[in-house]
């Protein structure tokens, strides 16, 4: 087993896993007080139960066997997998088993956490929890085999370049976004009322820890240390960084002011744009790259006004639309002669089947959750907020200093709940 | 005995104070406020979308005096609070029935 490239992929995984409570942070600034407690949930919670469904079957899905569509249950709750069972990467290296699995199962985790921004405000916590679970399985598991597992992406001529998850991470999630969105609707109020960000620092703070944390994402995901390792974590630092001043550039001249929203949207899109590309471009590429990502998805974020659809938080305008972008690019960008029309046709493939593949099982799947349980919340507890009528707490006590005389003493003893959701937030706490 | 209400600019709250002080008042109360006249609010852009904020934040001030120092103490503090620029604010003077020290029971201008 190769040390240095099982400690650098393990070292990678911990980066990857910052990064969903840093997309929670990002996203809980974005939306308004009476609902970041549930923003914030909506992606935490993806740790939780996207790592025990990879270790039950997502990883045998996407990574046992070789079906050209989908894995096999061979290692079914990693069954059989010791501490020095290893795998091959990319070098031809042996690393642990374990830490390759560590690493996939955090992408998968928050490629299911990056669509909650699309549905801020409005949606019931159970059923999101429900979503996320059967869509990892019925869409997430499957598209990574495509693209990592040796399925049919994998086996195009050439094959399709995704280094790092631009079509099986950020266009998935963004076409995810889209149908569950198309299903749900808008925000009462949407186009209507104001729904500025509550919190700008809490946005920066978590456009950091995804910047930080993408250096795992996407150097880690070369899945040991050379050349290219090297490479990727450069051309992620550069993309970034124009695709931040490609964004501001864009909004300084349509509206006028160089926001802190926009330098953290155009740093999240650069990330998402070199995704796919960063292993296989040189510095000028990653600079294209970008500043076309940064100004494109500027532009992209006000489509949802014009067509109609609440994305709320801008899910499809940087994920999906940063995705393409940089999954296409590289088509033509790729270094060491792999750049050319046949690259481009095959990264169009890459990108087209997997828009067509998870919007229609996305929107099924959020369509049956709505007709059956539900997926929206009720329209009261949309007005009152979520993090109320879904969580029982609210984020911020805005009573004054001395704020104990809002409390009664009922409400400190603690108290069995025998129903959630908005039934618990509507009834008197028995004691 | 008067109440003078001043809802008046956030960053001028430092030299109404000083300016009430120095002219004898012994005691105040401010509060956060938010409103606007007619200078409106201002605009906020958001990935692109424009919000316009038509509650500004003001600071609300409150005083009372007696009824001889009232107009005087008004114009105290029109001039502490004023910048010249639109959205200064406004000062009122209102009439008060009474007024009771809390701790001693005192009433009237005793109580101020």
Same mark, same amino acid.
């Given at each position: 087993m190769n040390g240095t490239d099982t400690g650098f992929v393990l070292i990678s995984a911990a980066l990857v896993m910052l990064m969903t409570p840093g997309l929670a942070l990002f996203y809980g600034g974005m939306v308004r007080s009476k609902s970041v407690l549930n923003m914030l949930m909506m992606s935490f919670i993806s740790l939780g139960i996207v790592s025990i469904l990879w270790v039950l079957y997502g990883h045998s899905l996407a990574f046992s066997g070789s079906g050209s569509f989908i894995g096999n249950f061979d290692l079914i709750g990693l069954k059989g997998v010791k501490p020095d069972s290893t795998m091959l990467n990319f070098a031809g290296h042996k690393i642990s088993l374990f830490s390759f699995s560590l690493f996939q199962m955090l992408f998968a985790v928050i490629t299911a956490a990056l669509m909650s921004g699309a549905l =801020?405000?409005?949606?019931?916590f159970s059923a999101w929890m429900i979503f996320i679970g059967v869509w990892v399985t019925v869409v997430y598991f499957p598209v990574a085999h495509w693209v990592w597992g040796g399925g049919w992406l994998a086996q195009l001529h050439p094959a399709v370049i995704d280094f790092a998850g631009g079509t099986a991470v950020h266009i998935n999630a963004g076409v995810g976004a889209l149908a569950a969105v198309l299903v749900v609707g808008k925000r009462i109020g949407f186009k209507k009322d104001p729904m500025r960000p509550h919190n700008l620092p809490l946005v920066l703070l978590g456009t950091a820890l995804l910047w930080f944390g993408w250096f795992g994402f996407n150097a880690g995901s070369e899945l040991g240390v050379d050349g290219t390792t090297g490479l990727m974590a450069y051309n992620t630092q550069i993309a970034t960084a124009a695709a931040m001043i490609g964004w501001l550039i864009y909004e300084r001249i349509r509206h006028g002011a160089f926001t802190t929203l926009g330098a953290c949207s155009g740093a999240v899109a650069g990330l998402v744009a070199i995704t796919p590309s960063g292993g296989n471009v040189n510095a000028f590429g990653a600079l294209l790259i970008g500043v076309v990502a940064g100004a494109v998805c500027s532009w992209a974020v006000s489509l949802k006004y014009k067509l109609g659809f609440d994305d709320s938080l801008d899910v499809v305008g940087v994920h999906m639309v940063g995705g393409i972008l940089g999954t296409l690019m590289v088509g033509f960008l790729a270094i060491n002669g792999a750049g050319g029309f046949d690259q481009f046709v095959s990264q169009a493939i890459g990108a087209g089947s997997v828009i067509g593949y998870t919007f229609v099982v996305t929107y099924v799947l959020a369509l049956v959750i709505e007709k059956t349980i539900g997926f929206r919340a009720a329209e009261d507890d949309e007005l009152t907020g979520v993090d109320q009528s879904? @969580? *029982?707490?609210? =984020?911020?006590?805005?009573? !004054? =200093? %001395?704020? *104990? @005389?809002?409390? !009664? !003493? *009922? %409400?400190?003893t603690p108290t069995p709940r025998t129903t959630q959701g908005s039934d618990a937030a509507a009834k008197k706490v028995e004691a | 005995m008067k109440l003078i209400t001043a809802v008046v600019k956030p960053h001028r709250l430092d030299e109404i104070k000083e300016a009430l002080q120095a002219f004898g008042v012994q005691g105040l109360t401010v509060t956060e406020a938010s409103g606007y006249g007619r200078q409106r609010g201002h605009t906020e852009v958001y990935r692109g979308a424009e919000y316009t904020v038509d509650l500004v934040p003001k600071i609300r001030i409150e005083v009372l005096v007696e009824d001889d120092d009232a107009d005087q103490l008004v114009d105290v503090v029109v001039k502490a609070a +004023? $910048? &010249?620029?639109? &959205?200064?604010g406004k000062v009122w003077a209102v009439p008060v029935e009474t007024a009771v020290r809390? +701790? $001693?029971g005192e009433r009237g201008p005793d109580a101020l």
């Open positions: =801020a405000d409005r949606v019931k879904q @969580h *029982a707490e609210t =984020a911020y006590d805005f009573t !004054s =200093a %001395a704020g *104990a @005389h809002m409390v !009664s !003493s *009922a %409400a400190v | +004023r $910048t &010249g620029k639109i &959205g200064d809390v +701790r $001693t």
